[in-house]
Each structure stands twice: as C-alpha cells, then as structure tokens.
C-alpha cells in the first residue's frame, strides 16, 4: 500500500512458458487493474534467465524494493531489484542469495522470499532445498542501508520447521 493505492505484485506466464513478474493496482484492495509485466527472465546465459516469480515488494521512505525467485534452468536463487517511479519499472537486478554449502538444508537451491522491514532492518525468510529435494525455512536479514546487498545463507533452518516425515504438513 502507497499514498492511497494497493499494490500486488505476481508471477504471470504467457505463451512463452516462462514465468515474469507483473504488477496490478487497486483503490479498495477488490478490484483490480493489471498495469503491466514490470520484470522479464533474463537474457539468455544470466542467473535469472529461465524465470522470474515470487515476488515479496517493500516501499521505504518512497523506493521500492524487490526481492524474487530467480531460475537459470539448473537452480533456483534469490535477487533483488529497486524501483525509483512507484514499482513500474525495476532496475539492477542483482542475485543476492544462492544455494547453501554441501550438506546444508539448502545446498539445492533457495526461493519464494518473504520479506518484512522494521525501520532499520530487511527481514528475510526463505525456501531452502536440500539434494533429497526436501524444503525447509531459513532467515537472513540485511540493514536499510544495503537493500541488494550480497545476503548470507542461514546455518540450520528454523528448528520448528524443519521437514517432517513423508506425508505430513
């Protein structure tokens, strides 16, 4: 929400099958106005070039930041990118979070961002996948000053959410 306008931002596939990023706005929060796709996958060879999606959007002090999933077609990581006119265009896509080391919960790859500030602070909670393709939740957090800043990969998961036995929620 900024200065009277709810904004979602949502992973969108056209023909192509590659999934973008598009952005739509509302006055009341119920009806809705698709504005336009505002991020495409990278260009061919990039970090980001098979999809782009789940977008988690913060406005601080009037910028806009984003954090999303990004697919090179081998592994999926995490950018980040900021928009300086309302979240209509974004600029300086850069990967700030990729896979975790050998053996950590997330050694497969990391996803799905969500994102809270504090005034100081970007909170980041994250999707991890180990080799057995098995998911669990991990924390980083970077402060205000350095929004797209390079993030460090959580050492353990969140212990009470770690993945449970086959079947379970």
Not at 75 to 98: F, H, K, M, P, R
Not at 115 to 126: R, S
């Amino acid at each position: 929400y900024d200065t009277g306008t709810f904004h979602i931002y949502y992973a969108g596939c056209q023909n192509d099958q590659i999934y973008h990023i598009g952005h739509a706005e509302s006055a009341d929060g119920i009806a809705w106005t698709s504005r336009a796709k505002v991020m495409d996958a990278g260009p061919g060879g990039s970090w980001y070039d098979g999809a782009v999606t789940g977008p988690s959007v913060i406005v601080e002090d009037g910028n806009y930041h984003m954090w999303f999933s990004a697919y090179d077609g081998t592994e999926w990581s995490i950018g980040y990118a900021s928009s300086a006119d309302n979240g209509a265009s974004w600029t300086g896509q850069t990967q700030v979070l990729t896979k975790g080391a050998a053996s950590n919960f997330d050694e497969s790859g990391v996803l799905d961002p969500s994102v809270y500030f504090d005034g100081a602070t970007f909170h980041i909670w994250y999707t991890g996948v180990n080799s057995a393709n098995e998911i669990a939740i991990g924390y980083t957090s970077t402060p205000v000053a350095s929004p797209g800043a390079i993030l460090t990969n959580a050492a353990v998961p969140l212990t009470n959410l770690e993945p449970g036995p086959n079947g379970s929620y």
